[in-house]
């Protein structure tokens, strides 16, 4: 089955600075790569998403970036804030009826 | 006008009793699911329905039986409870079949055996 490997597992960036987190999956037929963020007691949130036809994509401060060849993913995230500080998690999947296989997450620390 | 809600948001039980969460999504989705994240952070599926229907079962322990009345509704139930248990629960729902939709999750349900 699929598995997903993320790193760091944590991070600490002085606000203002960028914050980049890596993902590797196993399964070539993964097609749907999104990114949930969780603060702290909270549920986690879609906060963008990728599919396998497409290798860039950005929303406002928060881009994610595919190379389908290496079998990795990114998330970056510009300007940050101290609201950017939360649990990130990356994820995939192969197709429609598959499961979403996440990460093991990132602990995103903004500093003011 | 809560997406999806589970009820209780705490559950504070002892070893060997039973207990049930209920989840319900006013989304019109078709698919559901319950996640299991524990200390660790980890979000690991556990089952998934689509339309009432089990296609995704992962390996749990058959102390744990979902129930899923219709699609707007998934229940957990949980036979003696074990201190491994301790965990936060997660419902979730999404269009279609779901693996490859944005999925909406609950606000959780903390659980702790003791």
């Known amino acids: 089955g699929e598995n997903v490997e993320q790193h760091p597992s944590t991070l600490s960036v002085q606000e203002g600075d960028s914050a980049v987190i890596k993902c590797t999956y196993s399964?070539?037929?993964?097609?749907?790569f999104p990114w949930y963020k969780q603060e702290l007691g909270k549920r986690p949130q879609l906060i963008i998403d990728i599919r396998s036809n497409v290798g860039e994509k950005k929303d406002q401060r928060i881009a994610v970036t595919l190379n389908k060849t290496a079998k990795h993913f990114s998330l970056h995230i510009t300007e940050t804030q101290p609201e950017d500080s939360a649990v990130y998690f990356c994820a995939a999947s192969r197709n429609s009826w598959g499961k979403l296989q996440f990460g093991a997450g990132t602990q995103v620390v903004v500093t003011p | 006008d809560t997406a999806v809600s589970q009820t209780p948001k705490y559950l504070v039980t002892q070893m060997g009793n039973d207990k049930s969460i209920k989840c319900e999504q006013n989304?019109?989705?078709?698919?559901m699911y319950w996640y299991k994240q524990d200390s660790k952070k980890f979000l690991k599926i556990m089952f998934s329905?689509?339309?009432?229907?089990?296609?995704i079962n992962e390996t749990v322990p058959n102390r744990f039986s979902p129930k899923s009345p219709d699609k707007a509704h998934l229940n957990l139930h949980i036979n003696s409870l074990e201190l491994g248990d301790s965990a936060v629960y997660f419902c979730?729902?999404?269009?279609?079949?779901?693996?490859?939709?944005?999925?909406?999750f609950g606000p959780g349900t903390r659980l702790t055996v003791l």
């Open positions: 329905y689509n339309n009432k229907e089990l296609i």
């Open positions: 989304l019109g989705h078709d698919t």
């Open positions: 979730a729902s999404s269009q279609g079949t779901g693996g490859n939709n944005e999925q909406f």
């Open positions: 399964d070539s037929a993964s097609n749907y």
